[in-house]
């Protein structure tokens, strides 16, 4: 069974950093693609960024490019988040999300399994 687990999240205030961690278990994750997604109160789930456990390969929403960054730890089947100069519309559920398959998109449908969620909350 495939499990997905997010931590990091937290209260930061405007121009900080968090970086939020997914670790993942339950199956080999070498063809698969990782995705980060967000979801504020009363808005839709949508995309962040994204990355193929083999090979790299990244992708960013225009929304966080330059101030996020993906990343993965192969040995450890973890991915990582690292938010900065953080903002008050970053404020959501951070979600991570695992894609069967090497083609990175940005609809949370195409994404088979899910993690919990992680609140970042960005004070001003």
């Known amino acids: 069974q495939v499990q997905l687990v997010e931590s990091g999240g937290g209260l930061v205030q405007v121009g900080g950093s968090l970086r939020l961690s997914c670790a993942a278990s339950?199956?080999?994750?070498?063809?698969?693609?990782m995705g980060w997604f967000r979801q504020a109160s009363g808005k839709e789930r949508e995309f962040v960024s994204a990355?193929?456990?083999?090979?790299?390969?990244?992708y960013y929403a225009d929304s966080v490019k330059g101030r996020f960054t993906i990343s993965r730890d192969n040995a450890k089947n973890t991915v990582y988040l690292q938010m900065n100069s953080l903002k008050p519309e970053d404020t959501a559920v951070y979600y991570c999300a695992g894609r069967i398959g090497q083609a990175i998109t940005l609809f949370p449908r195409d994404y088979n399994y899910w993690g919990q969620g992680t609140q970042v909350t960005v004070s001003s």
């Open positions: 990355i193929r456990w083999n090979g790299g390969g990244t």
């Open positions: 339950g199956r080999t994750f070498s063809s698969d693609v």
